[in-house]
């Protein structure tokens, strides 16, 4: 009965179409979204939304009474259309912070008072300045069950005085993250406009199950180290359907620094990266240049890069140690880029002097696949380190094509590595073509 089969066929066929149609794949079931049915608004607590009230008490209030009355199944915290401006505050379990659309929350550029707290661990120091750093305007520390979402309002970090200090080089510590957790699990973060932080956007260090889609995160592209998000010493993190345009990485994923970063010896892992669309002077997808806790488990796909510094960037340092192992990036498509690719060792700043330049980083199990680029100055750079080269860096299906036929810098360059090239144009380094393709791209 050919015809039973064909029909059975076409209907197969239709029904997954319809589903993967409906239902694109994603990641971000690892934390369950949350209906609760407590409400309150922070007008119940005295906010204004005018713009020029000051309402950290107002936050700070609302926040305590979630806290302490602890309602079955967690509060929902209202921030109705209206400018909210106030200081920094915490957050604390089983809430969701949900903003309306038209619903706008401003940090206050109050730089002196801005309170400080201790340096992670696996820094040893402030990331920018020695000594602790100013606390990250919404903060959750050890928390957990807790929802940042809405109809797309804002939080507004109001980045620019950080950004001159900065410049003007009048920092006394390191600049507050728009939003960091800190050893916290099941965080969600959607539907919602991240605006001008004064340094990184979302932070989750030491953390795990953490979702962030549907967000929009925004920043000059000369304001200085506004990176998107970095999943910092943390694992299961699920990043997807977002558009990123900063002045720094789009993604970065870290693991603290140098000596720090080794003695502490926390890894990111599990990291799913999926539909991220946007601009930077410097990296797209980026691993580093902190990874002295390693980095592993990395998949990123479906990003599309427009008017970018380097697309995907992997870099570490002699002193970083730690390792960078099973990285899987595919269907990339970037266009106007200063270097589409670059994995390389001698990329990042020290702590301080007391580094080991014996603590040589592991960089082994790359796969890059289904990579196109127009406008790309520079197809690629893959430069190990002499005495800890870079293995199975496998590439393929890479079209990365130059601005113009008469640019000067080869198409590639690479040193200290090994792997496989399979349909890369144009052509590839020589370091990577005589290898078995089939064996180094399938060690892991
Ligand atoms: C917020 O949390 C930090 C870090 O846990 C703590 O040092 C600070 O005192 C808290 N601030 C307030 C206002 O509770
Ligand atoms: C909010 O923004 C996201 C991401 O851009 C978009 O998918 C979603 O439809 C928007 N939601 C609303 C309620 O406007
Ligand atoms: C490599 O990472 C992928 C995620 O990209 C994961 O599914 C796989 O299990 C990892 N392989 C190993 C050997 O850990």
Excluded at 197 to 209: A, E, G, K, L, R
Excluded at 369 to 384: F, M
Aim: proline share 5%; net charge neutral.
């Amino acid at each position: 009965m050919p015809a039973f089969w064909f029909f059975l066929s076409i209907f197969l066929l239709c029904l997954s179409y319809v589903s993967t149609a409906a239902e694109p794949v994603t990641c971000s079931g690892i934390v369950p979204m949350k209906y609760r049915y407590d409400k309150i608004s922070i007008a119940d607590f005295g906010g204004v939304g005018d713009g020029v009230t000051v309402n950290t008490k107002a936050f700070r209030a609302a926040i305590y009474r979630i806290q302490h009355l602890h309602r079955r199944g967690g509060t929902l915290l209202y921030i109705p259309p209206g400018v909210y401006l106030t200081e920094s505050f915490n957050l604390t379990s089983h809430m969701t912070l949900y903003l309306a659309r038209g619903a706008v929350i401003k940090a206050t550029q109050d730089t002196r008072n801005w309170p400080l707290i201790a340096p992670l661990p696996s820094y040893g120091r402030g990331r920018e300045r020695p000594g602790g750093r100013y606390v990250s305007f919404i903060h959750g520390d050890g928390v957990h069950d807790v929802v940042i979402t809405g109809e797309n309002g804002t939080i507004d970090g109001q980045g620019d005085v950080w950004w001159n200090m900065w410049r003007q080089r009048t920092l006394q510590f390191t600049r507050p993250n728009l939003i960091e957790f800190i050893n916290s699990k099941n965080i969600i973060i959607s539907n919602v406009i991240f605006q001008n932080s004064p340094f990184w956007n979302i932070h989750p260090v030491y953390s795990s199950n953490i979702v962030v889609r549907y967000v929009t995160i925004l920043a000059p592209a000369d304001s200085p180290n506004t990176d998107g998000i970095d999943p910092d010493s943390s694992s299961n993190v699920c990043i997807e359907d977002s558009y990123i345009s900063t002045g720094d990485d789009l993604v970065a994923v870290k693991s603290g620094w140098d000596e720090y970063g080794i003695a502490y010896g926390r890894p990111s892992s599990d990291i799913t990266i999926r539909r991220i669309r946007g601009s930077s002077p410097f990296s797209g997808i980026a691993i580093g240049s902190e990874t002295s806790g390693g980095v592993e488990n990395v998949f990123a796909e479906h990003i599309n890069l427009y008017n970018m510094g380097v697309g995907i960037h992997i870099k570490t340092n002699i002193g970083r140690g730690g390792f960078i192992r099973n990285i899987t990036v595919s269907n990339v498509f970037m266009e106007k880029a200063r270097k589409g690719i670059k994995i390389a060792g001698d990329v990042g700043d020290h702590p301080d002097d007391k580094f080991n330049p014996n603590a040589l980083p592991v960089v082994k199990g790359i796969t890059l696949t289904d990579i196109w680029g127009i406008q790309v100055l520079q197809a690629g750079l893959i430069q190990g380190i002499k005495n800890s080269p870079f293995t199975g860096i496998c590439l393929s299906n890479i079209n990365l094509h130059g601005m113009t036929a008469t640019t000067r810098t080869p198409p590639w360059k690479c040193s200290d590595v090994s792997g496989a090239a399979h349909l890369v144009s144009p052509i590839q380094c020589s370091e990577l073509t005589g290898a078995q393709h089939a064996t180094s791209c399938s060690n892991y």
